[in-house]
C-alpha cells in the first residue's frame, strides 16, 4: 500500500485524505497546530462560539452540487445545514439603500428588476452568463469531463468590472452586484469575472450555514479517514520535505519525526511550501515566481458575543457599505476605514431565535500591523492590544450605523488582525483566500497542481479557487493524478443512488 503524507489539515488536506484512503491509499495528515481544520476552526470564549474562515456555504439543497459532496464524503452523517433566508441570503448597503439576494434565477431576475426596471434585459442575459460558465467548468458541472474551456471562455480572462461595465448601463446596478466581493477580496481590473460566477452561482442555487460550526466538518472528515486506517495527527509541524535526485521520499517534523512518503501532498500556502524544499528538482525561476505572485488582502475581525435575547438571529449576510462603492476598501487611509465590511451571525442550534455570537470582518492590510511581526499570540504588548481597541470600536460603530441595536446588544468582543490570521493559517501576509486571481498575470499568477518533484502535488485554496466548492473541486483534480477520475466521479454517483 502507497503511503502519502499530507502537510495541512483544513479542507484540501482532509478531502485529499479521504478519497485517497478510501481508494487504498494509507494516508498520514500532519497539522502544525494543536487543532485541525484550517480554515474550519472554531473557538469558543465564555460559553460563545466563532468561526474563523468557513461561515456558510451554497449549492447545498437536495441533490445539488454540495449536497452530492457531502454524501460522498460521508459528511451528511454528522454535520447539520440551515438554510439562509431564501428571499435575502445576502444583504447588501450601499450608501444607506438594502438589496436583498434571493435564492434562484427567476426570484433573483424578479427581485432585481424591481430596484432597476429597465435593466430587465441585461438581468436575464447576466444570468445566462452566470449559468454558462458554471456549467461549463468542473468546478459547477462535477463531471470528469474536461470543460472547463468548453463555452463562455471569454470569462475566463475578462476582468469582472469590465463584464459587468458591458452588461449594465446602472452604476448602481453594478456596484450592488459586485457587494459580495469579500468573499473573494475582488480587485477592479484584476479579478477574473469567471470567480464571480462561479459564487454567484454557487450562492444563487441556495445558501446554508453550518449549525454548531463549520469545525464539525473538519471533524467529521478526520473520523471517516481514521475509521478507514489513516491517521490525522495534529501538533506535528513539518520543517522539511526530504529528496533525493529525483523525487519525494519522506517528510520531517520539527521534533525530528521522519514520515517516509510514495507520495506528499501540500495544502499549506504554497510559499510556506518552498521553504521547506531544498532540492534542484525545483528551480530558482519557479521560486521566484511563486513567491511573486500577489496575494488577497488580509483583514480585522470582531468576534461579538452578543447579552442573551437582545439580539434577533439574522438569517442574512450583510454587506455594508459607506460610500457607493464596493471597490476599492483595501485602499484606505487611517479617517477613512472601515470603508466596507460583512457583518454575519453564528448559527449555534438550528431554528434559533436570538443570536448568541457574531462576527464582523473588514479588510485590513499587514503593513498596519507590520511593527508587530515577529511577536507571538498573547504577547504583543499594550499598543496592540490599543490599536485592535480603537479599531474595534470604530468597526462596530459602523455596523451599529447600518444596523442600529448592534452596539448596545454587545456583551464582550474579541479581536484578530493579519498577524493573527497569518499565525492560525501560514498564509502570506495574512491574506484571507491565499494567492490572489489575477487576469493581468495570466499563466504567471496559477499555481499549478503538479511540480517538478514528481511524486509532490499540491491542493488546498491556493491551487485551484478558495471556498468549499473550490477547494473540493481542487481535491479531486489533485487526487485524479493518483486514483482513475473516472472511478472518483462513479463513486460520487454511488453516494447519491
Not at 428588476?113 to 434585459?121: A, G, N, R, T
Not at 493573527?420 to 499563466?443: M, P
Request: some cysteine; proline content about 3%.
Amino acid at each position: 500500500m502507497s503511503k502519502v503524507v499530507i502537510i495541512g489539515s483544513g479542507l484540501g488536506g482532509l478531502s485529499c485524505g479521504y478519497i485517497l484512503q478510501r481508494n487504498g491509499y494509507d494516508v498520514t495528515i500532519l497539522e502544525q497546530g494543536w487543532q485541525i481544520g484550517g480554515c474550519l476552526q472554531c473557538f469558543k470564549r465564555r460559553g460563545a462560539k466563532f468561526e474563523t474562515g468557513m461561515h456558510y456555504i451554497g449549492s447545498a439543497a437536495d441533490g445539488q452540487t454540495i449536497d452530492r459532496m457531502m454524501h460522498y464524503l460521508e459528511l451528511d452523517r454528522s454535520v447539520t445545514l440551515s438554510a439562509l433566508d431564501s428571499s435575502a441570503y445576502n444583504t447588501v448597503n450601499l450608501a444607506g439603500r438594502e438589496y436583498r439576494f434571493p435564492n434562484g434565477r427567476e426570484a433573483f431576475i424578479e427581485q432585481f428588476s424591481s430596484y432597476f426596471p429597465h435593466e430587465h434585459e441585461a438581468l436575464v442575459r447576466y444570468m445566462d452568463i452566470i449559468e454558462g460558465i458554471a456549467s461549463a467548468s468542473t468546478l459547477g458541472s462535477l463531471t470528469s469531463e474536461g470543460r472547463d474551456v468548453a463555452i463562455e471562455s471569454d470569462y475566463f480572462t475578462r476582468s469582472m468590472d469590465s463584464v459587468l461595465d458591458e452588461l449594465f448601463e446602472s452604476d448602481e446596478l453594478k456596484s450592488v452586484l459586485a457587494g459580495d466581493i469579500p468573499l473573494y477580496a475582488g480587485e477592479r481590473g484584476k479579478t477574473p469575472f469567471s470567480q464571480h460566477a462561479f459564487i454567484m452561482n454557487f450562492y444563487n442555487k441556495s445558501a446554508f450555514r453550518i449549525v454548531g460550526g463549520s469545525d464539525s466538518i473538519a471533524l467529521s472528515l478526520a473520523e471517516s479517514i481514521k475509521v478507514k486506517g489513516g491517521q490525522v495527527l495534529a501538533n506535528k509541524r513539518v520543517v522539511k520535505i526530504c529528496c533525493d535526485d529525483t523525487k519525494a521520499t519522506a517528510v520531517e517534523t520539527d521534533s525530528g519525526e521522519l514520515y517516509p512518503a510514495d507520495y506528499v501532498i501540500s495544502t499549506i500556502h504554497p510559499t510556506r511550501l518552498l521553504e521547506l524544499l531544498d532540492t534542484k528538482l525545483i528551480r530558482p525561476a519557479f521560486r521566484n515566481r511563486i513567491t511573486n505572485i500577489p496575494q488577497t488582502t488580509s483583514g480585522f475581525v470582531v468576534y461579538v458575543k452578543f447579552k442573551p435575547q437582545t439580539m434577533p438571529y439574522m438569517n442574512t449576510n450583510y454587506f455594508g457599505y459607506r460610500g457607493t462603492t464596493p471597490w476599492g476598501c483595501e485602499d484606505y487611509t487611517a479617517e477613512s476605514w472601515p470603508k466596507g465590511f460583512l457583518y454575519m451571525h453564528m448559527c449555534h442550534k438550528a431554528d434559533a431565535e436570538w443570536a448568541e455570537s457574531g462576527v464582523v470582518i473588514s479588510y485590513m492590510k499587514m503593513a498596519d500591523v507590520a511593527e508587530w511581526q515577529g511577536t507571538k499570540i498573547g504577547r504583543r504588548g499594550a499598543e496592540y492590544e490599543a490599536f485592535k481597541r480603537s479599531h474595534a470600536e470604530k468597526l462596530i460603530a459602523e455596523v451599529d450605523r447600518m444596523c442600529p441595536g448592534f452596539a448596545d446588544s454587545i456583551e464582550c468582543y474579541y479581536t484578530s488582525t493579519p498577524l493573527t490570521y497569518q499565525d492560525y493559517t501560514g498564509t502570506e501576509a495574512g491574506s484571507l483566500y491565499g494567492v490572489a486571481k489575477d487576469i493581468t498575470l495570466g499563466a504567471a499568477g496559477r499555481v499549478p497542481y503538479r511540480t517538478k518533484v514528481p511524486n509532490l502535488l499540491l491542493a488546498g485554496q491556493s491551487v485551484n479557487s478558495h471556498g468549499f466548492l473550490g477547494v473540493i473541486v481542487g481535491s479531486i483534480v489533485t487526487c485524479s493524478e493518483l486514483v482513475d477520475p473516472k472511478l472518483i466521479y462513479n463513486q460520487i454517483n454511488e453516494a447519491n443512488r
